[in-house]
């Protein structure tokens, strides 16, 4: 079975703070993603990584970024944490020898930034 | 521009009903189409998908209908139980050489009743 593993299943931050979302995925996937989850907005991409040390923009780039600096572990970096950040945060990987890339998504972490 | 568009955004069944979910795709180049699970907390878990070239795909009680005509494709869950309550998104993912897409429906919440 595939896993995901986010580090954290819930954090409280302050505003201004510097904040690291980390995920690891065990099934060698190339491909890994990161999402916030808000009501009656979905699920959102913020970035994704199709390789070690690669990186694109999602939809809602924003005050976030990231660092891939192994196949397994993707992190997503909150710079300075702001209270319009307070969401769940998804985590997931893919590969495309897997059935058309489908995606696996890990348990999520709900940040709250106050 | 909302590229899957999925209705209802709630549904309440009966126990033992019928619970049918509809989504609508624009990209012809949609390869392939999965539904996922999300129970309150956990992250969406994968739960059918299916390929454009079938008109339909069961497991249990959980039926994808697609109709590449329309670009649509429903989920049926048949004989509803509380423990389906959950949310349901849909997505479409294109995975070709050099270029991958998914997109995600909004979301249903699904609450069976007894």
Redesign the interface.
């Known amino acids: 079975d595939v896993k995901?593993t986010?580090s954290s299943r819930y954090l409280v931050k302050r505003t201004g703070e510097k904040v690291f979302l980390e995920c690891v995925q065990d099934m060698d996937h190339e491909?890994m993603f990161w999402y916030r989850q808000d009501p009656?907005?979905?699920?959102r991409l913020i970035y994704f990584s199709?390789d070690v040390k690669m990186k694109e923009k999602g939809d809602i780039p924003e005050g976030y970024s990231v660092s891939r600096e192994k196949k397994e572990r993707f992190s997503l970096i909150l710079e300075s944490a702001s209270t319009n950040q307070t969401s769940m945060y998804?985590c997931?990987s893919s590969t495309?020898t897997l059935?058309?890339?489908?995606?696996?998504?890990?348990?999520?972490t709900?940040l709250s930034v106050l | 521009q909302q590229q899957v568009k999925q209705s209802p955004q709630s549904l309440i069944v009966q126990k033992g009903g019928i619970s049918i979910i509809n989504c609508a795709y624009e990209n012809t180049a949609f390869d392939y189409f999965p539904w996922y699970q999300q129970f309150p907390g956990k992250g969406p878990a994968l739960l059918i998908a299916i390929r454009p070239d079938v008109s339909e795909k069961k497991e249990g009680r959980f039926t994808i209908s697609f109709n590449k005509s329309a670009k649509q494709f429903s989920l049926h869950i048949m004989d509803s139980q509380p423990g389906d309550s959950a949310t349901y998104f849909c997505a479409a993912i294109y995975s070709g050489a050099g270029s991958y897409q998914l997109t995600f429906g909004k979301g249903t919440k699904l609450s069976v009743i007894p």
Do not use: D, H, T
């Not at chain 1, 890339?101 to 348990?107: E, M």
């Open positions: 995901v986010q491909n009656g907005l979905g699920l199709y998804l997931a495309p059935a058309k890339n489908i995606q696996y998504f890990g348990a999520g709900r």
